[in-house]
C-alpha cells in the first residue's frame, strides 16, 4: 500500500472547519483514501473514503486533488468531540489490510 | 446493532498467566480482524480471518500468541505464557467484504496489563 504524510498535530478553534491534509504521492490508481478517527480509550471509527471524487456525508467531506496525491479532510463545524487522532490511509480496493500511521493529533479548542 | 464487542474491557493479570480476549463481532460481518495498540508501535495487524478460517496471522508476535475462531459470532485471542511487553490495548474489528471498499467496525478494546 502508498505510504502517508500528515502533519504530527494541529489545533482547531469550536466551531470553525478544520482542514486535515494528506500526501500520498505514490497512490495507485486503484488504491482509495480511507479517514478514520480515534477518540481516546476508543477503537478507531471509519469516517469517510474515496477513489477519484470528492465525497460528502454527515461526518465529513472529502476532497481529493485531481492528480491523486493528496487529500484533505474537512470536519465542517469542529466540536470538542471531535478531538481525536485522524488517520488517512490508502488501500486497495477489496484488500483486507489496514495499515495505520501515526496519524493527525487535532485538538479542538473551545 | 450492539457493534463489535470485546471482553473484557480491562484486564490486569502477572507475568506467566495465560490471558483470553473474546471479541463477538458484528452480526453478518464475516470478515475479523485482531489488532494491537502500543505508544511504540502504534495500531499493528495481527491476524485476519475471513469465514472463520484464519489468512494471515504473518503479525502474530510468537507462538505464545493464538487466535481461534469457532463460528461467525465469536473469536478468541490467547496469550500463553503472558509477558510485561505483552502489555497494550486489543482491538478486535469486524468487515463485511464484497463491495471492495469494506470498512472495518472496531470494538472498545481490551485494555491489557501484565505486571
Known amino acids: 500500500d502508498a505510504k502517508t504524510t500528515q502533519p504530527p498535530s494541529m489545533d482547531c478553534a469550536e466551531g470553525r472547519a478544520a482542514n486535515l491534509p494528506c500526501n500520498h504521492s505514490t497512490i495507485s490508481g486503484n488504491e482509495y483514501v480511507y479517514w478514520y478517527r480515534q477518540i481516546h480509550s476508543q477503537g478507531p471509527q471509519y469516517i469517510i473514503h474515496g477513489l477519484k471524487n470528492n465525497e460528502t456525508n454527515e461526518m465529513a467531506s472529502l476532497i481529493i486533488t485531481e492528480d491523486r496525491k493528496s487529500s484533505t479532510l474537512i470536519l465542517p463545524h469542529a466540536t470538542l468531540r471531535d478531538t481525536a487522532v485522524y488517520y488517512c490511509i490508502v488501500r486497495v480496493g477489496g484488500d483486507y489490510k489496514l495499515s495505520f500511521g501515526a496519524g493527525t493529533t487535532v485538538t479542538v479548542r473551545a | 446493532d450492539a457493534g463489535v464487542i470485546q471482553s473484557p474491557r480491562h484486564e490486569v493479570t502477572e507475568m506467566g498467566q495465560e490471558v483470553t480476549l473474546r471479541c463477538k463481532p458484528i452480526s453478518g460481518h464475516n470478515s475479523l480482524f485482531w489488532y494491537r495498540q502500543t505508544m511504540m508501535r502504534g495500531l499493528e495487524l495481527l491476524i485476519y480471518f475471513n469465514n472463520n478460517v484464519p489468512i494471515d496471522d504473518s503479525g502474530m508476535p510468537e507462538d505464545r500468541f493464538s487466535a481461534k475462531m469457532p463460528n461467525a459470532s465469536f473469536s478468541t485471542l490467547k496469550i500463553q505464557p503472558s509477558e510485561p511487553r505483552d502489555s497494550a490495548v486489543y482491538f478486535c474489528?469486524?468487515?463485511?467484504?464484497?463491495?471492495?471498499?469494506?470498512?472495518?467496525?472496531f470494538g472498545s478494546g481490551t485494555q491489557l496489563s501484565v505486571l
Open positions: 474489528a469486524s468487515s463485511h467484504p464484497g463491495t471492495g471498499d469494506e470498512k472495518l467496525f
